[in-house]
């Protein structure tokens, strides 16, 4: 599964949350589960995957995950709820070794919990002039993360 993907991984149901991007969702996923990605998820032993949405750019996943994060933990939890009543590890799902019917491989962003522009900050006279984020120049080979 070589493209790119928001995720969410938690902890337990209704436990601690975590929203994440990556250009290969099966690598970063195994990461996590692995202990092999320090910070957050390693200390708070989130390693379930309960929800992804595969998107067609780079650009357009860093923006859905970044506008997430802003997100209250309600909109977060019911858009896990919407596709994963159960919050089921959707692992097997993404290594192909299970098939589900209920959870599409593309999820459709979510239409009336959550405002479409939350989190999303716009200036359309800004100027980016910093390098590209090591997520968008796929350099997680580089940073160690491998």
Do not use: C
């Amino acid at each position: 599964m070589k493209s790119p993907a928001v995720y969410m991984l938690a902890s337990q149901r209704n436990g601690t949350l975590y929203i994440g991007v990556t250009s290969n969702l099966i690598q970063r996923v195994w990461q996590h589960r692995e202990g092999l990605a320090e910070g957050f998820t390693k200390q708070y032993d989130v390693k379930t995957l309960v929800w992804y949405e595969q998107h067609e750019t780079m650009e357009s996943a860093i923006g859905r995950e970044k506008a997430m994060k802003k997100w209250l933990r309600k909109w977060k939890l019911a858009t896990i709820e919407k596709t994963n009543p159960d919050w089921r590890d959707l692992w097997p799902e993404i290594l192909g070794t299970e098939t589900s019917t209920n959870i599409p491989a593309i999820i459709p962003a979510p239409q009336t919990v959550i405002p479409t522009q939350a989190g999303i900050q716009k200036n359309e006279n800004a100027v980016v002039s910093k390098p590209l984020d090591s997520r968008l120049r796929g350099n997680d080979e580089e940073e160690g993360l491998l």
